[in-house]
């Protein structure tokens, strides 16, 4: 079963196959489909590779290559089973045994404080935007909480996305390799992964393409540490 958009990728990434010999670049595919970041085509990819629709290549720029295609854009249904795809309501196909109608669930609002760098430290944040709503279980500790509108791709690899909403949970303390929300100088915020080495602080990104920052720990604050992520498609 294909998504609206993994379908149109696909059929972007194979029309500029056929025409240039090689796929699009991210920023080609992000603009084809009007996404607001790389994180978005890079979530797309990995879900048909994870199809098997294309495969990655190992140390190739561009490194995508078309395994198979649906029967939607010229290819033939695999065992007999042609992908699906998803576009707007689907009223004959019956809920997940265990849903729950919204109602049910026993939903909490906390405030969203702002945006917070995965990447790039962005100035502290002070003041309460909007509330969300999040599940009860996601704040069932101790403390009070509050949420943040992430912006940046330097956590990915922990399954952080720019756009995406973290729970935070207020503390000033946090453990060896903790996702918190870190203070840096009282004048700039990041989310990172926390190390303490010494008498220094290290906060690591989950990107590669992010130097990890040493920092003496009087220079930083832990303000929060990651209970939560709320993704909306």
Same mark, same amino acid.
Do not use: C, W
């Given at each position: 079963?294909?998504?609206k958009?993994?379908?149109?990728?696909?059929?972007?990434?194979?029309?500029?196959?056929? %025409?240039?010999?090689?796929?699009?670049?991210?920023?080609?595919?992000?603009?084809?489909l009007?996404?607001?970041?790389? *994180?978005?085509?890079h979530?797309?990819?990995?879900?048909?590779e994870?199809?098997?629709?294309?495969?990655r290549l190992?140390?190739?720029?561009?490194?995508?290559?078309?395994?198979?295609?649906?029967?939607?854009?010229?290819?033939t249904?695999?065992?007999?089973? #042609?992908?699906?795809?998803?576009?707007?309501?689907?009223?004959?196909?019956?809920?997940?045994a265990?849903a729950?109608? $919204? *109602?049910?669930?026993?939903?909490?609002?906390?405030p969203?404080?702002?945006?917070?760098?995965?990447?790039?430290?962005?100035?502290?944040?002070?003041?309460? *935007?909007?509330? $969300?709503? &999040?599940?009860?279980?996601m704040?069932?500790?101790?403390g @009070?909480? =509050?949420a943040?509108?992430?912006?940046?791709?330097s956590?990915i690899? #922990?399954?952080?996305n720019?756009?995406?909403?973290?729970?935070?949970?207020?503390?000033s303390?946090?453990e060896?390799g903790?996702i918190? &929300?870190?203070?840096?100088?009282?004048?700039?915020a990041?989310?990172?992964?926390?190390? %303490?080495?010494g008498?220094?602080? #290290?906060? @690591?990104?989950?990107?590669?393409? =992010?130097?990890t920052?040493?920092?003496?720990?009087?220079? $930083?604050?832990?303000?929060?540490r990651?209970v939560?992520?709320i993704?909306?498609y």
């Amino acid at each position: 079963m294909l998504t609206k958009k993994q379908l149109d990728l696909l059929k972007y990434i194979n029309q500029r196959v056929q %025409r240039d010999g090689v796929p699009p670049s991210f920023d080609e595919m992000k603009d084809a489909l009007d996404l607001r970041s790389k *994180s978005g085509i890079h979530r797309l990819i990995t879900a048909l590779e994870e199809r098997g629709f294309i495969r990655r290549l190992a140390h190739r720029a561009r490194a995508l290559e078309i395994v198979k295609l649906p029967e939607s854009l010229g290819g033939t249904a695999m065992h007999g089973f #042609a992908p699906r795809v998803i576009d707007g309501d689907m009223p004959d196909v019956p809920p997940p045994a265990n849903a729950l109608p $919204v *109602s049910a669930i026993d939903a909490h609002e906390i405030p969203v404080m702002g945006r917070i760098a995965a990447g790039v430290p962005i100035e502290a944040i002070q003041n309460a *935007s909007h509330n $969300v709503a &999040v599940p009860g279980s996601m704040i069932a500790g101790a403390g @009070e909480h =509050y949420a943040l509108e992430v912006k940046g791709d330097s956590m990915i690899d #922990a399954g952080i996305n720019d756009g995406d909403v973290v729970v935070i949970r207020e503390t000033s303390t946090a453990e060896n390799g903790d996702i918190v &929300v870190a203070l840096v100088e009282d004048q700039e915020a990041t989310l990172k992964r926390f190390f %303490r080495r010494g008498g220094a602080i #290290a906060l @690591e990104a989950a990107n590669p393409a =992010y130097e990890t920052r040493i920092l003496p720990d009087d220079k $930083v604050k832990v303000q929060g540490r990651l209970v939560g992520l709320i993704r909306t498609y």
